[in-house]
């Protein structure tokens, strides 16, 4: 008796579970960025209209291969990507609904998708980390310049399956050729040798310590790591403040490759937004759209994560370098050249 | 005399095995579309390097975890100590912490920074880099600290069961104990050893945390790739495709050899009680249980609790988080009791009709453990879609992918309880006048209680762990203790990952206890 009783509440319990709906908010966003960058922006917006949102995080990648199976079935009302290839991918698949002109035209044009599909929220340069104390590393000017030998042994870089390697092995590509970027990938390898960093993060402590004498990551990992560090020697100091007056002396410093006339300038990639085509909630969708691209919505994501706003009347976040030159790739291309990218990267055989 | 009598019991066990084939089904469909000459771009550019890594890493880490596992065990079976209880406890802990902690908590101790790269430096200077786990030994390592117990575990419950007269007739022969232990006691641990060590290789084939993390190219992080990096199903499904081939030639290799071995022994025996440690033996033992503890147990723990402490400080452990924990105990319970439950048809059909049938259908409920979660989660996603469009995104969606990749656990532990039913006892309550139903009520059932609550608790530890295909199945906002560690530790916050990690730990005692409770009153 005590078994039927048993297997009664679990078969009870599983019918129950088959009928729950989620309480799921009034837009619901397939997130691929961290929730506590994300997070600031999303109350903003819900204490500003009302309007309730469920953030459904995992990596962009899984999260658009999860919207093109769900078709039509699919429950998210936007899709948040940190990456402008899936956003690209997305909209080609036709995954995506156009956003209204306005909304998309208040981001830089570089920023947004052609066809209006989706917009960029915040941008990111891939740039260099240089330990203050490294010698002979003047001659670096261009990221090509990290396939030197000199640098043997002395460069850190992240795996290659990183999702923002793999977007500036694209610019690159298509800025500079696949022939220059296939012997810069190779020049690199001899390099590292085996030895590569799993996090961005990692890469700019190793810089930091001086095991490495030059790192190649995002530039807002270099201002997190600044950050802590005048968070740990000075808790009271203000942070911004602190960077503006140049107070941080610290072990590293960053560097823009690939500036001055006849440079390439940097890749750039953004994170992005698009409101699915089979939402429900379109109209709210958008209204969530446009509050992100809004003045307000830009400063909040400039300030969490030391990124670039895509709108040219926000300001930066204070430190932050001005004024770079960015190489001539749109972001459109980072979509459809990626399988390329990445069978180069294979064919090299980069770690 | 092979008798292919199908009945009742076969059908319901039919059916259990055709849902949990479902992702194998999509697999064959989906790389049924792979014409002849990707097929041929697949076996020669990527499946020798595969095949290579994912066999070295299997042999490696078996080796790892059977010198662990065995040796650990034997020493608490065998010698009464202090602390002995304790450390039945700390062995089988590490099945609490999932492989992607593991290999992240390692990788962070490691650097140069961490507790581990920082003691290294200080001993031996720069002269010697600190070693690091982005190499077939890195991760050979982490999966065999994280599978060990496994062995730990079956050896260990065997050596406890073992009768003492065939030991002792060998002493009287006048074998040495190194004689014995090699001659008498290690044959008879022979299916215990061969049944954990296959529990520890579909681990390794179906591993995605540890070779995500660290990178290395195995089937199951290949077969992601594809999938997710390329949106190449087709070609992740025909990687899968082989990584089942493989895993079947290996189940079968294995049951074929454990077939041949059934030992049997009078039920009077008397069984080996410890014998108390020396003093000498006490310092050896917890010298070499301890250094295995401290790896597998202690660090990890440690590591967790600091970084939970700094969050706590911080006050990032918000109310969202208890909400996590629910949400992982649910869907590992849901799970657990519905795999118990449907393993039963499946392993009864095969102990009581042993046939080609029922051979054949114990195999196919293998698939679900071979098969790396997200391409589970994919076909059942794509089934579910076509067939029965109003469970998608339900709870009921995840807990049946679930209960598909862990049916085997379930079945294998019950099948295992189940060779103890002996006929006649069957036959002694049908001859009192009790139908099928009441004779599996009153008879079976409590029979194979033991067998059910460890395989309730195998499913239940492992579906806490989950991460791929709950990521991909899990209901919109729903999330899980493993999704927030993989959210947070992909981002680089280890302050948020360590609470996770460490309510995952935290969550996972009761059912251990569960677990060691039947173990000490099987003996």
Redesign the interface.
Known sequence: ?R??KQ?GL??G??AG??????A??DL?VYSG?????VKPVVEAFTAETGIKV??????S??LL??L????A?T??DLYLSNDAGNLE?GGQLGLFEPLPKATAESVDARWRAPDDTWVGLSARARVLVVNRQAEDVDFVKSIFDLADPRLQGRLAIT?S?NESFVAGVTVYMEAAGKEKTRAWLQGMKDNVG???F?????VV??VA?G?YAVGLVNHYYIFRYLNQQIKDTDKDKDVDKAHEAGLVKDAIRILVPDQGADGMGVAWNVAGVAVSKHSKHKDLAKKFVSFLVSEKGQKIFAEVNFEYPTRADVPTAPGLVKDIKVADVPMSKLGPE??AT?DLIEAVGM? | MIKTKIGPLGTVAGMVVLIAAIPLLFVFYSSAQLDAERWGRLWSTRLPELFGNTLSLAILVCLGAFVLGISSAWLIARRDFVGRRLAIWLMVLPLAIPTYVFAHIYSVLLDSRGWLGSLWIATFGDAIPVPDLYNVFGVALILALASYSYVFLMVHAALSRSNRSLEEAARLHGATPMQVFWRVTLPLLRPAIAASLAVVVLHVLSDFGAVSMLRFQTFTLSIYLQMSGRFDYQAAAGLSLVLVGLSLTFLVIERFFRSRQRFYSGAQGALIRPKPATRGELVWIWLWLGHIMLLAVILPLAWMLDWTWAAYRDQLIGAEFWGYAINTVTVAFLAASAAMVVALPVGLFHVRRRSLASESFIQMSSVGFVLPGPVIALGLITFLLAVFSPLYGSLAALVMALVIRFLPLAVQSEEASMQQLTPSVEQAGRVHGAGPLENLWRVTLPMIRGGMAVAWVLVFIDALKELPATLILRPVGFDTLPVRIWIEASEEMLELAAPAALMLVVASLPALWIMMRGQAASR
């Open positions: 008796m078994y039927i297997i679990v078969l319990l599983l579970a088959a009928g729950v709906a989620q799921a908010g619901v960025r961290s929730d506590k960058l469920t953030l459904h995080s995992a990596s990648t899984e291969n999860k093109r199976v769900e078709g079935r429950q998210a991918i795996n399956a085996k030895s590569v799993a996090k961005h993060g990692q402590n190793a310590e095991k990626r399988g990445i770690p």
